[in-house]
């Protein structure tokens, strides 16, 4: 195993213990996790995004929380989604929204999340937007393609993401191009065995292009989610060669990584969607940004030997 693999799987794996969630969370805000997130509140993430549409770049928003286990908090985390709908309507900003199905209750109940997740369709229905639904672990992959699937029923701007380190991927992203669902696809951020994922990086790469090579020959719309500068390289190429309209896809980056190369894109006349979370509950996702780049946590460790 490569050794940012296993640093990977490490950091992630530590990640779930509760002493060091405690020792994070505590001083995670000191420790660089603000880079990755807009702020606490609503009206500092609609800000953040004003600033990136300035800059050419769209926005898709993200309240963060994940995993919740009351329905009470769950239909709280769909009224703060209903929020952001009527924001982004009112503040005439270009961002859409990306969801966590176990933020919307998934994990108390497939119907109460459904009962969730029609009051956020709603919501978009009524300001004329879109909703992506995240791909979380690989135990809730079904329930959220079966939950993709029903809401569809009642509003079709709905779409979801696959990831490249799953084996299923392939049939998954023919099921939903047969359903017309418009995808984004990324490499995948959890710790997964290698009974359902791929475990050496260059195969979840080269799954990553094979998926994208299929998406954009089916001639439905992609979201192309990476910061990897050889897939951009080799989607750049395959854009010139086989003069895919640029309306085709779209790139998409996360908050706080390679802002500058999000930028450029952008100039380039290329599609670009940056990925802007904002809330309290910044942790899980912070340790998540932390595993894909060990380097990360290098650099944390040298601000706090600094400071
Ligand atoms: C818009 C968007 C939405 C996403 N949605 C989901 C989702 O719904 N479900 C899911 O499982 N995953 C999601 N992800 C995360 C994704 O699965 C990967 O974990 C993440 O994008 C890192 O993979 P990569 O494609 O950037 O390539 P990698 O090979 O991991 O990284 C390539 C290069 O990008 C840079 N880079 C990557 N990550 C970081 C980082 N954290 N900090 C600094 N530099 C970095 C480094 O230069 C690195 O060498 C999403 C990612 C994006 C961009």
């Known amino acids: 195993m490569q050794s940012s693999q296993f640093m990977r799987q490490f ?3 530590v990640a779930g213990s509760p002493s060091f969630s405690r020792f994070v969370q505590r001083y995670g805000r000191y420790l660089g996790a603000r880079r990755f ?5 609503l009206q500092e993430a609609i800000d953040v995004v004003r600033s990136l549409n300035a800059t050419g770049i769209t926005v898709t928003l993200d309240h963060l929380g994940e995993s919740v286990t009351t329905a009470e908090e769950a239909a709280r985390q769909a009224d703060m989604y209903v929020d952001i709908l009527h924001a982004i309507h009112s503040a005439q900003v270009d961002a859409n929204v990306s969801i966590k199905l176990t933020q919307m209750g998934l994990d108390v109940g497939f119907d109460e999340c459904h009962a969730n997740m029609l009051r956020i369709v709603a919501a978009a229905q009524e300001t004329d937007n879109f909703v992506r639904i995240d791909m979380e672990d690989s135990l809730h992959t079904d329930a959220t393609l079966a939950m993709v699937h029903d809401l569809r029923k009642t509003y079709p701007r709905i779409g979801t993401v696959l990831q490249s380190y799953l084996y299923r991927s392939q ?9 017309g669902v418009t995808v984004r696809i990324v490499k995948g951020a959890y710790l997964e065995p290698p009974s359902v994922a791929l475990p ?9 292009l094979r998926l994208v090579d299929m998406a954009l020959r089916a001639g439905q719309y992609v979201a192309i989610a990476t910061h990897d500068e050889n897939i951009i390289q080799e989607i750049e190429g395959w854009v010139k060669e086989r003069s895919i309209p640029l309306d085709r896809f779209e790139f998409q980056m996360l908050y706080g990584i390679r802002m500058q190369r999000q930028r ?4 380039q006349g290329y599609r670009v969607r940056c990925y802007v979370p904002y809330g309290t509950d910044w942790y899980a996702y912070y340790t998540r940004r932390l595993a894909e780049r060990p380097a990360n946590v290098f650099f944390i460790l040298r601000s706090l030997f600094r400071s």
């Open 171 to 179: 049939n998954d992203l023919s099921m939903l191009q047969a359903a």
């Open 11 to 13: 950091i992630l794996k």
């Open 37 to 41: 997130y807009a702020g606490d509140t």
């Open 200 to 208: 050496q990086k260059s195969d979840v790469d080269q799954n990553y």
């Open 264 to 267: 450029e894109l952008a100039q």
